[in-house]
């Protein structure tokens, strides 16, 4: 089995930095992802963290340390669009790549 | 990077009967992933289908209440059967555009049984 643990909530002002973070514990780990899903949309893919270390995109960059089980998600320069449910996943197996998902952040960002 | 059609979009069905959910993704795709998502919660995988072979389920789903097609390497449905007022909720398709490309989803079928 699997278990993914992240903040149920954060609120930050425009033009902040936010970091969610992300502890997970599963076997077959292949890596971390980070999805962003707007009320009633689809969940749109953010980053990908396979090894250790952080990768940029954008205003948002996602950091992964294998040996503490441990993610985040970083966005900085906050807008109002960025108001949605941030969820981190872990995908198990190579071939079959299968992902599971944390329960989800709701990020809420005021003017 | 694909593009999924799912539909219907949504249903309201009577509990008893069954609705099959129809994906069609642009390219051809080995795995297609079947999720399930309750108002609010998050994404539980329901089953893995493979062109040719059965689908492979998730702890807690079954393929009597969940059976799967995937004909082809393009198309899957999966339909809710016998349902119940449980099985309200939203079913989203997914497929991987490659390790480390992360996982396209279907715009999802929002269902609700009364």
């Known amino acids: 089995g699997q278990s993914l643990e992240q903040p149920s909530e954060v609120t930050a002002v425009e033009g902040a930095i936010v970091q969610i973070n992300c502890t997970y514990q599963?076997?077959?780990?292949?890596?971390l992802s980070w999805y962003q899903q707007h009320d009633g949309g689809a969940p749109t893919f953010l980053s990908y963290?396979?090894?250790?270390g952080l990768e940029e995109t954008g205003r948002f960059s996602s950091f992964l340390s294998r040996s503490d089980s441990y993610g985040y998600l970083l966005l900085q320069e906050l807008q109002m669009k960025d108001s949605a449910s941030y969820f981190c996943?872990?995908?198990?197996?190579?071939?079959?790549?299968?992902?599971?998902f944390g329960r989800g952040t709701q990020l809420t960002v005021w003017p | 990077s694909a593009v999924i059609s799912q539909k219907p979009s949504r249903d309201i069905c009577q509990r008893g009967t069954s609705l099959t959910i129809q994906c069609q993704v642009d390219?051809?795709?080995?795995?297609m992933f079947w999720y399930r998502q309750q108002p609010g919660q998050s994404l539980t995988l329901i089953a893995t289908?493979?062109?040719?072979?059965?689908?492979?389920?998730e702890s807690g789903f079954v393929i009597d209440k969940f059976p799967i097609s995937r004909p082809n390497l393009t198309f899957s449905t999966l339909t809710v059967s016998n349902m119940s007022p449980e099985d309200s909720s939203i079913y989203l398709c997914?497929?991987?555009?490659?390790?480390?490309?992360?996982?396209?989803f279907g715009s999802g079928t929002r269902l609700t049984v009364v």
């Open positions: 289908a493979n062109q040719g072979s059965e689908a492979t389920y």
């Open positions: 997914s497929v991987e555009r490659g390790q480390g490309y992360g996982y396209t």
């Open positions: 390219s051809q795709v080995t795995m």
């Open positions: 599963t076997s077959g780990f292949y890596g």
């Open positions: 963290n396979a090894l250790d």
């Open positions: 996943a872990v995908r198990r197996g190579s071939t079959l790549g299968r992902l599971y």
